[in-house]
């Protein structure tokens, strides 16, 4: 059964840190994952889509990278600033190729100006 | 815009009534999911759809039922038969990489849903 855990639970920085996320799953044998925000009260946003056959997607200031070997995502952030202050999510299918996904329980991100 | 919404926004019921959320989505996406998050415990998958007319149990699927009707629309009924029903309800669709997408998830804005 695919456990995803996400590691802090919380995290505080200044502004204009660069950081790591850090996401690891039990079963690697995925086909993707995905790491999502989501800010107080709202839907989750996706961020980043990482499929099998690819180590890294980057969107921006945002970098994930996925090693199915060890069983870890991270999520990179770089230049941080207040507006992303948000939970981050991950998440990976329950099964190989599954579209059922299981969802660590998040980063509650603090960025502070 | 293409999109999930979600409605109503929020919502209040009393003990023993049921009550029904609404998830529409306009992205042409074969499959449909429900989660409901409750603080602390992330999120937990209670029925999803890959297909128009078939629908299948997540993890806590008791006390709600759905229909997939219509390939845009997957309504959550939350029945009075579910214990805890006060949540956060989050609907989202994918492409689904057996029909040639990539799989990605996307949300709606949620419902909240408090029982007085």
């Not at chain 2, 074969?30 to 409750?38: C, G, I, L, S, V």
Request: proline share 4%; hydrophobic share 30%; aromatic share 10%.
């Amino acid at each position: 059964k695919q456990e995803v855990t996400q590691i802090p639970a919380a995290l505080s920085v200044p502004e204009g840190e660069n950081l790591v996320l850090n996401c690891s799953f039990t079963d690697s044998a995925i086909y993707n994952l995905q790491w999502f925000r989501q800010d107080p009260g709202k839907g989750l946003t996706s961020l980043l889509l990482i499929q099998s056959s690819q180590r890294e997607q980057t969107s921006g200031r945002l970098n994930a990278s996925l090693d199915k070997s060890s069983g870890r995502s991270t999520l990179y952030i770089a230049a941080s600033q207040p507006g992303d202050s948000a939970t981050y999510l991950c998440a990976a299918p329950t099964q190989g190729g599954s579209e059922k996904l299981v969802f660590g329980k998040g980063t509650k991100l603090t960025v502070n100006p | 815009d293409g999109g999930i919404t979600q409605s109503p926004k929020y919502l209040f019921r009393k003990e023993g009534q049921n009550v029904t959320l609404s998830c529409e989505q306009n992205l042409n996406h074969d499959a449909m999911y429900w989660y409901r998050q409750d603080p602390g415990q992330g999120l937990r998958l209670i029925y999803y759809s890959q297909i128009v007319n078939d629908f299948q149990k997540g993890d806590i699927a008791e006390g709600y039922s759905v229909s997939r009707e219509k390939k845009e629309s997957f309504p959550l009924t939350v029945t009075s038969a579910q214990k805890n029903p006060t949540a956060f309800y989050l609907c989202a669709s994918s492409s689904g990489e057996g029909t040639g997408g990539t799989g990605e998830l996307f949300f709606g804005e949620g419902s909240r849903l408090t029982v007085l």
